[in-house]
């Protein structure tokens, strides 16, 4: 069965520092892979997505940036952290040959002070 | 525009009743619409995926309904349970990799 994992669960930063979020799927290859960003009260945003190693596709212009360096990994990243990047991020990945189910992470809730 | 919309925003119920939850869409093109259901501080889990061709499906005390027509879609809970307390997200894809969230019904089941 395919399992997904994502951490740190919580992440308390001050502004200026640098993220890394990090995120593997086990037991499928070649997944989709997506970033989200969740704030109160509001749908999920989706910042990222990648079809395959190395091809990352930007939704929203913003300070942060991801990258696929092996099949199942993916990662997101800051070099300087904004007050305004606090949130809750989720990974999720779906099968690649079709809009399928996505599955999500366990989320990571980022705070920047 | 693209837009999910979701309502209510928020609901209270008594343990045993029973609860729907409305949906209403402007994608284009449609995939699939599904509803996830999120438990405070977790990631989404799917609870239901509807294609353009169904009507309703059920998973459990879950029964999913869609009129692809008026573009609307309800989710039913039955007999519902202290454990129902989430938001209730109904998602809608487009072609390929593109899903389109609402902002979820938040419920809470009091005993």
């Known amino acids: 069965s395919q399992t997904i994992h994502q951490w740190p669960a919580t992440l308390v930063q001050p502004v200026g520092s640098p993220l890394s979020l990090e995120c593997t799927v086990e037991?499928?290859?070649?997944?989709?892979l997506y970033w989200y960003r969740q704030a109160a009260g509001r749908g999920l945003q989706l910042l990222f997505y990648?079809?395959?190693?190395?091809?990352i596709s930007s939704e929203v212009p913003q300070n942060l940036s991801a990258s696929r360096p092996q099949d199942r990994q993916f990662i997101l990243s800051s070099k300087k952290l904004l007050l305004s990047d606090s949130g809750f991020y989720l990974c999720?990945?779906?099968?690649?040959?079709?809009?399928?189910?996505?599955?999500f992470g366990e989320g990571s809730r980022l705070t920047v002070l | 525009k693209n837009q999910v919309e979701q309502s209510p925003q928020s609901l209270i119920i008594l343990e045993g009743k029973n609860c729907t939850l409305q949906?209403?869409?402007?994608?284009?093109?449609?995939?699939?619409l599904r509803w996830y259901k999120q438990d405070t501080g977790r990631g989404p889990v799917s609870l239901t995926i509807?294609?353009?061709?169904?009507n309703t499906k059920s998973n459990g005390r879950y029964t999913a309904t869609l009129d692809a027509d008026t573009k609307q879609s309800s989710l039913h809970i039955t007999a519902s349970q202290l454990s129902d307390s989430a938001s209730y997200i109904c998602?809608?894809?487009?072609?390929?990799?593109?899903?389109?969230f609402g902002t979820g019904t938040r419920l809470k089941v009091l005993a």
């Open positions: 999720a990945w779906s099968f690649g040959h079709n809009t399928g189910e996505l599955f």
């Open positions: 949906c209403n869409y402007t994608v284009s093109p449609f995939s699939n």
């Open positions: 998602v809608v894809s487009e072609i390929l990799y593109k899903y389109i």
């Open positions: 509807m294609t353009f061709s169904e």
């Open positions: 990648s079809v395959g190693i190395g091809q």
């Open positions: 037991g499928t290859s070649n997944p989709n």
